[in-house]
């Protein structure tokens, strides 16, 4: 069982006090290991920062062109006060990373946020066996069960074919950072040209010119002729549909890629056309499965449903608790409405946290 308080939940980070390196700070600090480039858990001000060599086009674009940066590969090892650390691939984002901890023997691992689902963008989720496991929990109920992201992708590639039947823009909404790209990875592109939003649009650039395999969008402009986008493919961020930007594209139909797009009544909310399940955070399977391939001996869950997950760890046998901490206000809460119905209060009061049915071989011990 562990015995020592390698990394501490402090008011201002995951905190490694021998090393004096904060990981994921909400506030600035001497030194940042990022997990990844989302602004929940890259936040400016800090005086150095380390991170994946793929995080960097994207902190820099964010954080600026100037911070003080040093980058590694995944399984990369350095040393700062006899602490070894190492990042390891968390199939978030492209540059996502959980980050290993070792120290005297003891082994902690910092997950930030991840998924198992390869999306042929990201290098996929490795389980690092460790001590203690951080872990989210966005999506930690059992009603969570994603479908093969290829089947999300022919949803999006059908509504898209009606839409261009129509004479319709289809306006699909998602995350700038991670959503988009695979999305653009996985559906069959149109043989004209794609357009984007402005955030979208720069993020992709960016990405592009540090050589990621990316297609080339074409930026919406007030020029932009809104006879070109009849029948088109436009990229959005989950802002604009309540802003006056979208009405340039009437008709269109308004299509949303999110997880939250599981819960009853989500879509209406949104007042979206279509809801497309497609999200960068692990299911209720997954969840678990990357708790049992740690092997961890206690489980800290840090954002989500923190005291669901932990309860349910506890009563199968893995000592868990649950942390407050500032992550989940970037691409996991982009439509925090979705969640605040009726059905979700009821998800909140649910204590029959039983393995879901059709996962019969889902064990925890």
């Given amino acids: 069982m562990a015995t020592q308080s390698l990394l501490q939940f402090t008011g201002k980070s995951i905190y490694c006090a021998q090393a004096d390196v904060h990981i994921d700070p909400w506030i600035p600090v001497d030194l940042a290991i990022i997990t990844h480039a989302h602004s929940d858990h890259a936040r400016p001000g800090s005086k150095h920062y380390l991170a994946h060599k793929d995080s ?50 003891e082994v902690w691992v910092a997950s930030g946020d991840y998924k198992l689902e390869d999306d042929k963008v990201c290098t996929p989720f490795e389980p690092v066996k460790c001590n203690v496991f951080i872990t989210e929990s966005t999506f930690g109920l059992p009603i969570y069960k994603w479908q093969p992201q290829q089947e999300i992708f022919s949803e999006i590639d059908n509504w898209f074919s009606q839409n261009r039947l129509e004479d319709k823009a289809s306006i699909l909404m998602g995350y700038s950072l991670g959503k988009m790209q695979r999305i653009l990875k996985g559906i069959q592109l149109p043989e004209g040209p794609i357009y984007a939003h402005g955030a979208i649009y720069t993020l992709n650039e960016t990405l592009r010119q540090a050589g990621f395999d990316l297609p080339e969008l074409t930026l919406v402009t007030k020029e932009t002729d809104k006879k070109l986008f009849r029948g088109s493919l436009v990229l959005a961020p989950p802002s604009v549909d309540s802003s006056t930007w979208i009405k340039k594209f009437n008709p269109y139909s308004l299509g949303y890629c999110s997880g939250w797009m599981a819960l009853r009544g989500a879509k209406n909310r949104r007042a979206v056309d279509q809801g497309f399940i497609l999200s960068d955070h692990v299911d209720w399977p997954d969840l678990n499965t990357a708790v049992i391939e740690s092997g961890a001996e206690k489980v800290y869950v840090t954002h989500g449903y923190t005291s669901i997950f932990s ?21 996991e809460t ?22 879901i049915p059709d996962d019969p071989d889902l064990k925890l011990s």
């Fill in 56 to 105: 960097e086009p994207v902190l820099r674009l964010r954080l600026g062109a100037d911070i003080s940066l040093q980058t590694v590969e995944y399984g990369e090892k350095f040393v700062i006060n006899g602490v070894v650390f190492s990042l390891y691939p968390a199939g978030h984002i492209i540059g996502s990373a959980q980050v290993r901890v070792e120290y005297k023997g």
């Fill in 334 to 355: 982009e439509d925090r409405s979705a969640t605040n119905g009726p059905e979700a209060e009821g998800i909140e009061n649910n204590k029959d946290l039983s393995p």
């Fill in 311 to 331: 309860r349910w760890l506890n009563e199968n046998g893995i000592e868990a608790g649950e942390v407050h901490t500032m992550y989940g206000n970037e691409e």
